[in-house]
């Protein structure tokens, strides 16, 4: 039978529902049951791809093409479980959704309500595509309380009735602010948050507090009979020292055993943690350390590039390293007269995708920089078109190279591509469409240069990786660039689209048109990212 777990937040935002969904689908899959997580999003854009990342945080990309909310990277991280398009939505794609239907007729000239038109297509999405799981866990974006939020905990709270508490169970995340100046811990904000959560007919089952200190017996007492849970039912939620600490501190805490036992299965299975412990010891007694530059459009929200810093610790565990970071922004090395020895101060350089002019330049002479003095560098996307452009000017000499991103070069190294093939299937973009949803998305296989350095880092003549850009290197200038050492590794199948640049003479140079780290996982860090730190790590000892 199949068991659904919300999880809903209160009091505040980002207090950690996405960590929280992803350590509780580890710690069920640690015990041999199949799980599948879910995003509801109240907010009215269709999908994150057109956000700002910098208020948004970065879009992760599925295999099937979806731009979805940077919390399934965590889901994928935790579990291992390849999200999917019916993994994420928003309020706007379910009225989307809704509206063509009507407009199709579907309704038979029904007057659309929020209840049960809306309703019912929300809950349509929770159930869909999960028959071959034991749980879904499915995380509902937002505060209780917040006005675009009520059709989805109207949603769920019929999904409670219709399927009846022995299949579902609402765990709320709260916050229990320490007041220092009265030196107490504060129930009454977790109080206020239940009490809201219950107006609209839920009664969580489970309450995961934040908290900055283990929770008084007292006042776990208190927040029990006031919320109508179980003592035990109440799990405090600490500071972790790193995420993947989460699952191993939930665990002690309760929170597997709490939710098992609310289904009666609590004496079924026993978990298996034991790759999550060696994690937490390797994080915790690394061999040693490297820096690396992160130089980028968006630094001043380390989340637009949460999958790349994820992967980057993944590539350290790989390495029995840590990995430090020093965030640039890439507009800082714009003018020509910038001062780039600071990037003599780290080990390795990555430059990850963007969009748009501002810190073009600022890349480039990163990216050059990096070439010259042979410091290992890794561009992504963005990254890689710009250093292909830097490397067309300054070592093919190419007079007016340039992207049409942002003008109308004399050479254009990097061009809007008008159509390309996935699959048996024939797929156009056009210079004027819509933002959303043009660009080259999901997984497109590329081929491998016979022993060039990525075939021999990936150990395979064939891979597949997820894309999201607009603009692709164009391959009509390669044979102008290979003769001075920058080699294209990676090709579509048809050899149409360049994926991967690499130079001849340099230790650890790669450039990738896609974006390996939405694919690396702490146990099974990406290839690049392990052969990246690794090359750090040599630079280090050079130092």
Not at 50 to 61: A, I, N, R
Not at 254 to 268: A, N, Y
Not at 284 to 291: L, S, Y
Not at 436 to 455: C, E, H, I
């Amino acid at each position: 039978m199949k068991r659904f777990i919300f999880i809903t937040g209160g009091v505040v935002s980002s207090l950690g529902k996405g960590i929280a969904s992803a350590a509780l689908g580890a710690l069920l899959q640690s015990r041999g049951y199949r799980v599948r997580l879910r995003k509801l999003d109240p907010y009215l854009n269709v999908d994150p791809g057109t956000m700002s990342p910098t208020q948004h945080g970065e879009v992760f990309v599925t295999d099937d093409g979806a731009e979805t909310d940077l919390d399934l990277g965590h889901y994928e991280r935790f579990t291992g479980v390849s999200a999917k398009r019916t993994d994420n939505t928003t309020t706007g794609r379910i009225y989307q959704s809704i509206l063509e239907r009507e407009r199709r007729g579907d309704y038979l000239g029904a007057t659309l309500q929020v209840i049960p038109h809306v309703t019912d297509a929300i809950k349509e999405f929770v159930k869909a595509d999960s028959d071959d799981v034991d749980f879904v866990l499915c995380e509902i974006g937002g505060t209780v309380g917040d006005i675009e939020g009520l059709p989805f905990f109207e949603a769920i709270r019929q999904l409670g009735q219709e399927l009846g508490r022995e299949q579902c169970v609402y765990i709320h995340l709260t916050l229990l602010p320490y007041i220092a100046t009265a030196g107490e811990m504060k129930t009454k904000p977790t109080q206020h948050s239940v009490k809201e959560l219950r107006s609209i007919g839920i009664q969580p089952d489970i309450l995961l507090c934040r908290a900055p200190f283990p929770i008084p017996v007292e006042e776990r007492r208190k927040i029990a009979l006031f919320c109508n849970v179980r003592p035990e039912s109440v799990i405090e939620a600490l500071d972790a020292q790193h995420i993947y600490d989460v699952p191993l501190d939930y665990h002690a805490r309760g929170l597997d055993h709490e939710v098992l036992r609310h289904f009666g299965m609590e004496k079924e299975t026993s978990p298996d943690l034991t790759h999550w412990r060696r994690v937490s010891e390797t994080l915790r007694n690394p061999d040693g350390n490297v820096t690396i530059a992160i130089i980028g459009k968006y630094v001043a929200l380390h989340d637009a590039y949460k999958s790349v810093v994820e992967a980057l610790g993944h590539g350290g565990l790989a390495n029995r390293v840590k990995v430090d970071l020093r965030w640039i922004p890439s507009d800082r090395f714009d003018d020509p007269d910038a001062d780039l020895s600071e990037l003599d101060e780290v080990d390795g350089v990555l430059l990850p995708g963007g969009f748009g002019e501002r810190g073009a330049m600022g890349k480039m002479r990163a990216a050059g920089y990096a070439r010259r003095h042979k410091l290992p560098c890794f561009g992504i996307c963005y990254g890689m078109q710009l250093a292909v452009i830097e490397a067309a000017r300054n070592l093919a000499g190419i007079e007016g190279a340039g992207t049409t991103e942002f003008g109308d070069p004399k050479v254009p190294v990097v061009g809007l591509m008008s159509e390309w093939i996935r699959g048996n299937a024939r797929e156009v973009r056009e210079q004027g469409g819509d933002l959303g949803g043009t660009m080259r998305l999901g997984a497109y296989p590329a081929v491998l240069r016979k022993d060039s350095k990525v075939a021999r880092i990936y150990g395979a003549d064939t891979i597949s990786e997820r894309h999201r850009h607009r603009y692709e290197v164009n391959a009509s200038v390669i044979p102008q660039l290979e003769p001075h050492g920058v080699i294209f590794s990676g090709m579509s199948p048809d050899g149409r689209l360049p994926e991967i640049m690499e130079l001849a003479d340099h230790p650890w140079f790669i450039g990738v048109q896609f974006h390996p780290e939405l694919k690396s996982r702490p146990f099974a860090p990406h290839p690049l990212f392990t052969s990246f730190i690794a090359a750090a790590v040599e630079q280090s000892r050079l130092v």
